[in-house]
Antibody
Framework: QVQLQESGPGLVKPSETLSLTCTVS????????WSWIRQPPGKGLEWIGY???????NYNPSLKSRVTILVDTSKNQFSLKLSSVTAADTAVYYC?????????????WGQGTLVTVSS | SYELTQPPSVSVSPGQTASIPCSGD??????TCWYQQKPGQSPVLVIY???KRPSGIPERFSGSNSGNIATLTISGTQAMDEADYYC?????????FGGGTKLTVL
């Protein structure tokens, strides 16, 4: 059974960089697309971006200038960096696996981690 | 940018059928997925490729997609189905989520 686990600081100061890691267990990170998705408190889901195991990426245009997603296949991990954060970036951040073949969607999700942006 | 629109809320009586629409320009020309999210939990995929159910999802969940509207249908709705539901599609290579619909079973 594939499991995803987010890790990283729960509190980030405004203007600093948010950094999170997702560790994949129970399966290989190869051959899938791996996304970060966030959800502000009481609001809906927002896709941040994905990385393919080869390192190819694609980001939400609204966040593209501040987002970097990297993959470490040797550790079965991928990571998110979001720069110049503000209070609007406060959210639960999820990592998820996408089977990007003809609309199969996100079949595995992490439990999510709350990141609060505050001084 | 591509947008998916859902009603903020839908109500249904136990045992009845709930329908949750998701509208987007020419949405029927691509696949749509649906996710269920209960309070404090991660989203769960309940429908993919418009109408297919992942293993473990009850048969009462079904989906359709035509024209500009995709619809999630829950037949014989149970109290445990009360949750937020999100549709999801693609705009070229980017992922788009609908705003979510809160399903109330009362």
């Amino acid at each position: 059974q594939v499991q995803l686990q987010e890790s990283g600081p729960g509190l980030v100061k405004p203007s600093e960089t948010l950094s999170l890691t997702c560790t994949v267990s129970g399966g290989s990170i190869s051959s899938y697309y791996w996304s970060w998705i966030r959800q502000p408190p009481g609001k809906g889901l927002e896709w941040i971006g994905y990385i393919y195991y080869t390192g190819s990426t694609n980001y939400n245009p609204s966040l593209k200038s501040r987002v970097t997603i990297l993959v470490d296949t040797s550790k079965n991990q991928f990571s998110l960096k979001l720069s110049s954060v503000t209070a609007a970036d406060t959210a639960v951040y999820y990592c998820a696996r996408e089977v990007r073949i003809a609309g199969k969607g996100f079949d595995y999700w992490g439990q999510g981690t709350l990141v609060t942006v505050s001084s | 940018s591509y947008e998916l629109t859902q009603p903020p809320s839908v109500s249904v009586s136990p045992g009845q059928t709930a329908s949750i629409p998701c509208s987007g320009d020419k949405l029927g020309n691509q696949y749509t997925c649906w996710y269920q999210q209960k309070p404090g939990q991660s989203p769960v995929l309940v429908i993919y490729q418009d109408s297919k159910r992942p293993s473990g999802i009850p048969e009462r969940f079904s989906g359709s997609n035509s024209g500009n509207i995709a619809t999630l249908t829950i037949s014989g709705t149970q109290a445990m189905d009360e949750a937020d539901y999100y549709c999801q599609a693609w705009d070229s290579s980017t992922v788009v989520f609908g705003g979510g619909t809160k399903l109330t079973v009362l």
